[in-house]
């Protein structure tokens, strides 16, 4: 849901989040335009699902740092701050920002999808992701209980029966049908 006709820029969009009436809600920038996310249970079940896999492995092989619903922003966009539903930032050196959006893109992004989210939406996503230097994008598809990973070279479709893994995340292995045991 688009809020606004006005394109923002980033400093624009950081000062709307700080408005008293948006503090506790979800908001995208994209191409200028803020969007809000509406995240359902569903949604929710799912991400912790694999967001829990995440910590555990990265608590196992500290090379890295998982989060949800973080703020990020290619470097030199000004019309761009996305809310991946995961992320992965590989690498314990990167700042950790605790004001306003990150100022560089996560190395995985995981994009689980709402109803409001048709399948070009979601391919759209991960196309904006991986032209801003996202090395590899996760698509969720909770309708059809499907994952897409993609990354600049390739675009791998898994079935519930199929074993996600991913080659950034060395030993890293989740069978897609554990995301969708409790929905």
């Known amino acids: 849901m688009a809020v606004q006709n006005k394109l923002y820029t980033v400093e624009e969009f950081e000062a709307f989040l700080r408005e008293p009436d948006n503090r506790d809600r979800l908001f995208e920038l994209v ?3 803020i969007v809000e996310k509406m995240v ?4 929710s079940v799912i991400a912790l699902a694999f967001g829990a896999k995440l910590y555990n492995y990265l608590e196992q092989n500290p090379i ?3 989060g949800v619903e973080g703020a990020f922003r290619p470097t030199e966009d000004r019309r ?3 809310l991946p539903d995961i992320s992965i930032v590989l690498g314990l050196d990167k700042p950790v920002t605790r004001v306003g959006s990150t100022p560089y893109m996560p190395d995985i992004a995981v994009e689980i999808q709402s109803p409001t989210d048709s ?3 979601m391919r759209d996503k991960a196309d904006f992701y991986l032209a801003s230097g996202v ?3 996760v698509l969720v598809y909770t309708p059809k209980r499907i994952v897409e990973v993609l990354t600049p070279d390739s675009r791998d479709l ?3 029966d199929d074993t996600l893994t991913l080659d950034l995340l060395p030993d890293f ?5 554990a995301l969708f045991q409790n929905v």
Request: glycine share 8%; aromatic share 4%.
């Open 135 to 137: 090395r590899a994008v």
């Open 64 to 66: 890295g740092r998982a």
């Open 31 to 33: 191409n200028g335009e």
């Open 158 to 160: 898994l079935n519930a």
């Open 40 to 43: 359902t249970f569903e949604h």
């Open 80 to 82: 761009n701050v996305r």
């Open 119 to 121: 399948p070009k939406d």
């Open 173 to 177: 292995a989740l069978l897609i049908a």
